[in-house]
């Protein structure tokens, strides 16, 4: 019975690693090793950094290179693998290494941190993730080599790593020393390609890249999930890209070339789903580039992959879902396949709970004094895990960097696996009550 009692389930599993994660990173960053300064970080500092890098946000009260030593660097680099891996895949990697069995509570717990649809083969896909990661930042490491070393000498093999990394865990983290992320070198193709390759494949999901990886290019061959997830992703990539190179040739791309703008347009459609990194000044946006900025982070990336927001998954199923409804249909169906009512529930389920706690964050920050659409920014950027400011987070007084940690880390748990974390498993019960009708609309 005691054993009962204290067990754990699976979203408290999950919600309890990256409490630990973050309080441990923050304990490491308040070193005096730490901080160039060789003074400890205040607490609150201390953690918020650690919740940014473990749940590869981006938000940052100081700027990367000038504040931390290269410890203080590596530890922020070690929580952004970390968490975007998720804690339990790398511990049960570490079980796998030792020879250790992997039980299913470790197994269902795998399954709910990196979203596989069914606990078999779950150990397989694991080992693919990390194959995956590995590949992906290794590949995007070297080709960055070649745009840091001759520009840093041996430092730029360390940026190579860090930003590599950083990209692929879209995290957002950079080194430039610049505080004001990459609008200092938004004309250099490579760095920017490499970049927003690693972004789109670690935002893709780990599910689509199990599906290329076994069924190639097939497309016909890949899950239901899969087909969203890249489809989705196509055409948000393009269709963002098109947008902001219409609508901020006046404003935030003003000046340069052509060329030019259609990289800051593509790089600036890739990052706020949900990166954090920037080549344009946020601030000079148009409000109709704003309002497209949020909407993005908002959508997010693939389920399963190392980004947040509601997911394009999910975005795709309200859509689908409300497009069904219009047309009169009971049944969702997209590629010859029927939705399941229990995604279409929980996709709601979801967007609601993600809604509103970006709401209730966005009102704590209007609070302290922040413009509307400032706060709604920085709300939906924590919330999404993006990175991305308009100036407001270096200014945050007490209560708006509890506010922010907190959003950020509901936005990579997951609100809604937040909140059934907090809630007590019951056993359903055995009869149900009584459907009446209401009206909606």
Same mark, same amino acid.
């Given at each position: 019975?005691?054993?009962?009692?204290?067990?754990?389930?699976?979203?408290?599993?999950?919600?309890?690693?990256?409490?630990?994660?973050?309080?441990?990173? &923050? +304990?490491?960053?308040?070193?005096?090793?730490?901080?160039?300064?060789?003074?400890?970080?205040?607490?609150?500092?201390? *953690?918020?950094?650690?919740?940014?890098?473990?749940?590869?946000?981006?938000?940052?009260?100081?700027?990367? $290179?000038?504040?931390?030593?290269?410890?203080?660097?590596?530890?922020?680099?070690?929580?952004?693998?970390? &968490?975007?891996?998720?804690?339990?895949?790398?511990?049960?990697?570490?079980?796998?290494?030792?020879?250790? @069995?992997?039980?299913?509570?470790?197994?269902?717990?795998?399954?709910?941190?990196?979203?596989?649809?069914?606990?078999?083969?779950?150990?397989?896909?694991?080992?693919?993730?990390?194959?995956?990661?590995?590949?992906?930042?290794?590949?995007?490491?070297?080709?960055?080599?070649? $745009?840091?070393?001759?520009?840093?000498?041996?430092?730029?093999?360390?940026?190579?790593?860090?930003?590599?990394?950083?990209?692929?865990?879209?995290?957002?983290?950079?080194?430039?020393?610049?505080?004001?992320?990459?609008?200092?070198?938004?004309?250099?193709?490579?760095?920017?390609?490499?970049?927003?390759?690693?972004?789109?494949?670690?935002?893709?999901? +780990?599910?689509?890249?199990?599906?290329?990886?076994?069924?190639?290019?097939?497309?016909?061959?890949?899950?239901?999930?899969?087909?969203?997830?890249?489809?989705?992703?196509?055409?948000?990539?393009?269709?963002?890209?098109?947008?902001?190179?219409?609508?901020?040739?006046?404003?935030? +791309?003003?000046?340069?070339?052509?060329?030019?703008?259609?990289?800051?347009?593509?790089?600036?459609?890739?990052?706020?789903?949900?990166?954090?990194?920037?080549?344009?000044?946020?601030?000079?946006?148009?409000?109709?580039?704003?309002?497209?900025?949020?909407?993005?982070?908002?959508? &997010?990336?693939?389920?399963? =992959?190392?980004?947040?927001?509601?997911?394009?998954?999910?975005?795709? *199923?309200?859509?689908?879902?409300?497009?069904?409804?219009?047309? @009169?249909?009971?049944?969702?169906?997209?590629? &010859?396949?029927?939705?399941?009512?229990?995604?279409?529930?929980?996709?709601?389920? *979801? =967007?609601?709970?993600? +809604?509103?706690?970006?709401?209730?964050?966005?009102? *704590?920050?209007?609070?302290?004094?922040?413009?509307?659409?400032?706060?709604?920014?920085?709300?939906?950027?924590?919330?999404?895990?993006?990175?991305?400011?308009?100036?407001?987070?270096?200014?945050?007084?007490?209560?708006?960097?509890?506010?922010?940690?907190?959003?950020?880390?509901?936005?990579?748990?997951?609100?809604? =696996?937040?909140?059934?974390?907090?809630?007590?498993? @019951?056993?359903?019960?055995?009869?149900? @009550?009584?459907?009446?009708?209401?009206?909606?609309?």
């Amino acid at each position: 019975m005691k054993q009962h009692r204290f067990s754990l389930n699976a979203v408290q599993n999950l919600a309890l690693s990256f409490t630990c994660i973050i309080l441990l990173g &923050g +304990f490491l960053l308040m070193l005096p090793i730490s901080s160039r300064s060789g003074q400890s970080l205040p607490f609150l500092d201390a *953690v918020f950094t650690s919740a940014s890098a473990a749940c590869v946000t981006g938000l940052v009260l100081y700027d990367t $290179w000038t504040q931390f030593t290269f410890f203080g660097q590596a530890v922020i680099l070690l929580l952004i693998q970390v &968490g975007g891996l998720s804690f339990m895949t790398v511990t049960i990697f570490i079980s796998m290494l030792l020879g250790r @069995r992997i039980g299913l509570h470790s197994r269902a717990v795998l399954m709910d941190t990196v979203g596989a649809l069914q606990m078999g083969g779950i150990v397989r896909l694991t080992r693919r993730i990390l194959t995956v990661t590995a590949v992906c930042e290794g590949v995007g490491a070297l080709l960055l080599l070649f $745009w840091f070393c001759p520009r840093y000498g041996l430092r730029g093999v360390w940026m190579s790593i860090f930003h590599a990394v950083s990209a692929f865990c879209n995290a957002g983290f950079d080194l430039l020393g610049t505080g004001a992320s990459l609008t200092t070198v938004a004309g250099e193709p490579l760095l920017n390609i490499v970049l927003m390759a690693l972004v789109v494949c670690g935002g893709l999901g +780990f599910l689509v890249w199990d599906d290329i990886l076994t069924h190639r290019f097939r497309f016909s061959k890949w899950h239901l999930h899969s087909k969203i997830a890249f489809t989705g992703t196509l055409m948000a990539l393009v269709l963002g890209t098109v947008a902001f190179f219409i609508l901020e040739e006046d404003h935030a +791309f003003a000046g340069v070339s052509r060329s030019q703008q259609l990289l800051m347009a593509a790089f600036q459609s890739v990052t706020p789903r949900t990166a954090g990194f920037n080549t344009a000044d946020l601030t000079a946006l148009s409000e109709s580039g704003k309002l497209l900025t949020m909407v993005l982070m908002l959508i &997010g990336v693939g389920s399963g =992959s190392t980004g947040g927001g509601i997911k394009i998954n999910t975005f795709a *199923v309200l859509v689908l879902t409300a497009l069904a409804r219009v047309r @009169r249909r009971e049944d969702v169906e997209l590629f &010859g396949r029927r939705l399941d009512e229990g995604d279409i529930f929980k996709a709601f389920s *979801v =967007s609601i709970m993600y +809604f509103m706690t970006c709401m209730l964050g966005c009102m *704590v920050l209007c609070l302290d004094g922040i413009s509307m659409d400032a706060a709604l920014f920085e709300s939906l950027s924590a919330m999404g895990t993006v990175g991305l400011t308009l100036g407001v987070t270096p200014t945050l007084n007490t209560a708006g960097k509890i506010v922010v940690t907190l959003m950020m880390f509901a936005g990579r748990v997951g609100s809604m =696996s937040v909140l059934m974390a907090m809630v007590r498993d @019951r056993p359903a019960p055995k009869l149900r @009550r009584i459907p009446e009708k209401i009206l909606i609309g």
